[in-house]
């Protein structure tokens, strides 16, 4: 079990520490990252897994003292169903909110992860579903859609929302106010830090990078492998770039 990990914040909303929760994915597909986000007395989860490690989850849960009563939001950063898994569950367990782009509203609603992509074919549409656990009584209408800059302290989370397509048209990432950014799919950590390894719009997800350039990010907590410095991803990003 993984144990939380202090993240210094400048403002007076929130003093968080982050756990980070990695749960298997099927046939040996390696993992998929969950981030439960403590603030003072309540919780955050970001994405919540597949459906098939939901006992996992729900252990790693209790033992962080996130309980019915104090998770007060759940973060989706796309709508792929090693993600999503549990949202449905997890929002009727403890009475909470679930929050999502709205451009991936179908892929939770309709139990489609193809829904707003541009590949995909009709083998994978029927057997990623079954494969991942994601069947009819997990599929959910999410409770609140945020996009680009929407500020998450209402929630005692000093963070705001970046939409960062590229992986799928409603990927986001959450910026905290120290530097942490919870990327989703839009960047991985498999051998070494790099942009997502599927893509449905490599394009669009180049200038999803650029964007972040620009911004003031220390860690990369990632939807697959370990946390890394955005300063090693740019340096290995541009090498790869070079001509």
Not at 58 to 84: M, Q, R, S, Y
Request: hydrophobic letters at 35%; proline letters at 5%; a neutral charge.
């Amino acid at each position: 079990m993984d144990i939380f990990k202090s993240k210094r914040m400048p403002t007076s909303v929130m003093s968080a520490e982050i756990k980070i929760i990695r749960l298997a994915l099927p046939f040996r597909l390696g993992s998929v990252n969950c981030y439960l986000v403590r603030t003072n007395a309540s919780h955050v989860l970001i994405d919540t897994g597949s459906s098939t490690k939901r006992s996992e989850l729900e252990k790693e849960l209790e033992d962080a003292g996130c309980n019915p009563g104090n998770l007060k939001l759940i973060i989706v950063t796309h709508g792929d169903f090693d993600h999503t898994g549990n949202c449905a569950y997890l929002r009727e367990k403890f009475g909470t909110t679930v929050a999502m782009h709205h451009d991936d509203k179908g892929m939770a609603e309709r139990g489609d992860m193809f829904w707003n992509r541009r590949k995909g074919n009709i083998f994978l549409k029927k057997m990623v579903p079954v494969l991942s656990g994601f069947g009819k009584k997990e599929r959910f209408k999410p409770d609140l859609f945020i996009d680009e800059g929407y500020d998450l302290s209402e929630f005692g989370f000093d963070a705001r929302i970046l939409h960062l397509p590229g992986h799928s048209n409603g990927s986001i990432g959450i910026l905290t106010a120290d530097g942490a950014l919870f990327c989703g799919d839009l960047l991985e950590n498999r051998d070494r830090p790099g942009l997502g390894s599927i893509m449905d719009d490599p394009d669009t997800a180049k200038i999803s990078v650029e964007k972040l350039k620009d911004m003031r990010i220390e860690t990369i907590y990632p939807g697959h492998g370990k946390p890394f410095l955005m300063k090693e991803f740019l340096k290995g990003y541009s090498q790869r770039a070079e001509p």
